[in-house]
């Protein structure tokens, strides 16, 4: 069963830089896919972030471009996301997820950006 | 980009009825359609993608119609497991983009 996790700090401060990690299990990511970061404020609905290849190709959603960075590391099997310049709008849970059609997702990461 | 919009916003409907959401595409994503749904607490959990193929031991009683604009969601029998926020997703063009949600709740 493919099990993706994400990590990193649950605080940021404004105007710092959010870094998160999704580690994936049972499934190397060189095989293949699209991985993607969604975010989700409390009591709102999914934002997608954006998604990166095995290979390294980025699709970004605009309204976020101009802060978001994505990578990978494929041999620690690993998919970052980097956003700079976060201010309370960023707060929210924030999940990676395999795939256009993302059917497999980690459990989601909390993180509160404090001004 | 593809604005996705769903309607109505929240259904209350009794377990055991047949229920109907709508997702609307402002242009075209062909069959590239894909349905998740979340429980309080939890990540969402897909449902169908490409319209109407359902994901891996997602029960019969999920069904998705619909192409180019215009898409649905039955669910034949709700029970009680399925009050939860459904959302739609287009997957045919960047950016990826979701609809707003319904949400499913106890009539």
């Known amino acids: 069963q493919v099990q993706l996790q994400e990590s990193g700090p649950g605080l940021v401060k404004a105007s710092e830089i959010l870094s998160l990690t999704c580690g994936v299990s049972n499934y190397f990511i060189n095989n293949g896919y699209y991985w993607g970061w969604i975010r989700q404020p409390p009591g709102k609905g999914l934002e997608w972030i954006g998604s990166?290849?095995?290979?390294?190709?980025?699709y970004y959603n605009p309204s976020l471009q101009s802060r978001v960075t994505l990578s990978v590391d494929t041999s620690k099997n690993q998919i970052f996301l980097k956003m700079s310049s976060v201010t309370a709008a960023d707060t929210a849970m924030y999940y990676c997820?395999?795939?256009?059609?993302?059917?497999?997702w980690g459990q989601g990461t909390m993180v509160t950006v404090a001004s | 980009e593809i604005v996705m919009t769903q309607s109505p916003a929240t259904l209350s409907v009794s377990p055991g009825e047949r229920v109907t959401l709508s997702c609307r595409a402002s242009?075209?994503?062909?069959?590239?359609l894909a349905w998740y749904q979340q429980k309080p607490g939890q990540a969402p959990r897909l449902l169908i993608y490409?319209?109407?193929t359902r994901a891996t031991a997602i029960p019969a009683r999920f069904s998705g119609s619909g192409s180019e604009t215009e898409f649905s969601l039955t669910i034949s029998s709700l029970q009680s497991e399925d009050f939860a926020v459904y959302y739609c997703q287009q997957h045919n063009n960047w950016p990826l983009t979701f609809g707003g949600g319904t949400k499913v709740e106890i009539k």
């Open positions: 490409d319209v109407s």
């Open positions: 242009q075209s994503v062909s069959t590239n």
């Open positions: 997820a395999r795939d256009r059609t993302f059917d497999m």
């Open positions: 990166i290849s095995h290979g390294g190709s980025t």
